[in-house]
């Protein structure tokens, strides 16, 4: 079946494999920065052991996921160039920025203070660990604020115009069609292009829920197995308080998101309701996206509600997929279940760390021993929805890879064909089958899919066999004190070099 597929098809399947695992690890080095950077400061406040045990503890975690997850971003860099060849000659001025800010403003730190991190516990003084902690975590948030900005600029791209490439001194055409970019002609409306700030506090949400539930899912799988209880409790604690207050401001942070993917892209809003036709909307809970039919099969939903998110008027229209060409609409299914999935981890997650912070407040959280399971299986729909949220935004801008804006008159209202239907600004935006590159074949796409597959497979194996290596050995004791961060790396090399011998 891969096979039979057309090269842009290849070329995004293969970019989701990759970006999507390489998903896993930003989040919970973002989550395990904060969560580290508070432990190391409650030692300084409290001088008790123990927080630094547990910053100590987490720090190995992080060092793996940290290693894991710059090994796979690097690949997508080259993909860039290979797959989406003309994509990258379109973004290159945005893009080259915005990278290479991340690059120097952000992983320079990040990665130059990790090693004081690791290696300083007994080289440098508490205050300064302290300190390193805190630019650790500033620096791998700092590295997705860049990355989010470039992305944004994708969906809602503001801050440029758009000219024709030259070569040798004259226009640059390939198979006729002239070669266009992107070009800054505003740095600072580039940055702040009307989706960065919306998306940039989504996403940060969503990083520390997921790092908070590895803290939650390793803590609780010691305490019920009655192992180092006094750590996990601690851990436990601190991972509920940042998981709750994440999942609380997403509310807020996700009616925000609505209102402006549907100020900017109505088409991508309408995808994840499956509102086909233009009109007072409800907002579907549950069912099956038919796009033959243009409904919603066994659909639940709740009255007005979408015309109430976007407007708060629950009787007002909402701009439906009829409102916008065939050729110009994206897919339907993928979208819809994908946003579901995100709201449906989302609310599910909400509801245990409300209900838990009530019991640990009342003094029983502890004495819940399904609670606790509950606690272990919390990494997995962090995981999906984290994983979800990113499908539904990526997918539900197609068929654009730079969204092009829609025409507006001189008083700023959407301009209509004599159809009823919204005219796009072609000419600003890339569609993404314009964007793969042009020397490619589907043989080659589909060889470079299975040995990436293979490749993250073996990595995923390795990952999860350090891991848990460092899961079983647990946080260091009070007679461990003297162990150096280099022990901490060591443990994860050895790991390799035991899987390697192993094989």
């Known amino acids: 079946m891969l096979a039979e ?17 390489h998903y896993l690890f930003p989040p919970l080095t973002i989550g395990l920065g904060v969560i580290i950077a508070w432990l190391e400061g409650m030692f300084l406040w409290k001088k008790e052991q123990i927080y630094m045990d547990a910053a100590r503890f987490w ?14 971003g690097i690949v997508m860099e080259f993909e860039f160039g290979t797959n989406w060849a003309m994509y990258s000659r379109f973004v290159g001025d945005v893009f080259g920025s915005a990278l290479a800010a991340e690059g120097i403003f952000a992983f320079f730190l990040e990665s130059g203070f990790l090693a004081i991190l690791v290696y300083g516990h007994d080289r440098v003084s508490p205050a300064f660990h302290f300190f390193a902690a805190c630019m650790v975590a500033l620096g791998s948030i700092f590295s997705s604020v860049w990355i989010t900005i470039a992305n944004s600029w994708q969906q809602t791209p503001a801050g440029h115009e758009i000219v024709q490439m030259t070569r040798n001194g004259e226009p640059w055409f390939v198979d006729g069609q002239p070669i266009m970019r992107a070009e800054i002609v505003d740095f600072w409306a ?15 949400l969503g990083c520390f829920i997921m790092g908070a539930c590895l803290v939650l899912s390793i803590s609780a799988w010691y305490l019920i197995r009655g192992k180092h209880e006094e750590f996990a409790k601690k851990s436990l604690t601190g991972g509920l308080f940042l998981c709750l207050f994440s999942c609380l401001a997403m509310f807020v942070s996700g009616h925000f998101q609505a209102k402006m993917v549907y100020e900017h892209q109505p088409a991508k809003l309408a995808a994840f309701e499956g509102h086909f036709e233009t009109g007072p909307a409800g907002m579907s809970l549950v069912g099956i ?14 009255p007005g509600a979408l015309s109430f ?17 065939p050729e110009d609409r994206p897919p339907v299914k993928i979208p819809y279940f994908a946003y579901h999935i995100m709201i449906g981890t989302g609310v599910s997650l909400t509801g245990l760390m409300v209900l838990s912070t009530f019991w640990l407040w009342r003094g029983t959280l502890f004495d819940k021993r399904w609670v606790m399971w509950l606690f272990v299986i919390s990494i997995v729909p962090a995981i999906a929805g984290n994983e979800a949220g990113w499908v539904a935004t990526e997918v539900g801008r197609q068929p654009w890879i730079v969204q092009a804006p829609l025409k507006v008159d001189e008083s700023g209202v959407r301009v209509e064909d004599e159809s009823g239907q919204f005219i796009y600004e072609s000419e600003l935006g890339l569609r993404t089958n314009d964007a793969v590159s042009k020397a490619i074949t589907s043989e080659q796409v589909l060889t470079s899919i ?11 194996i390795l990952w999860l066999f350090v891991l848990n290596r460092k899961i079983q050995a647990g946080p260091p004791h009070k007679d461990d004190s003297s162990k150096s961060g280099n022990d901490d790396l060591a443990e994860a090399l050895t790991g390799h070099h035991s899987l390697t011998e192993g094989s």
Do not use: C
């Open 5 to 21: 597929m057309d090269v842009v098809m290849l070329s995004r399947i293969q970019f989701a494999l990759t970006i999507m695992f």
């Open 59 to 72: 720090t190995g975690i992080f060092g793996v996921n940290f290693a894991i997850g710059v090994a796979t």
């Open 190 to 204: 580039m940055v702040f292009n009307p989706s960065t700030m919306h998306r940039l506090i989504h996403v940060w």
């Open 289 to 302: 996206p038919n796009e033959e039919t243009e409904s919603i099969d066994m659909n639940v939903e709740v």
């Open 309 to 325: 998110l976007v407007h708060e008027d629950f009787n007002e229209d909402v701009i439906g997929l009829d409102k916008f060409k």
């Open 450 to 460: 299975i040995m990436f597959g293979a490749i993250y497979f073996l990595l995923g």
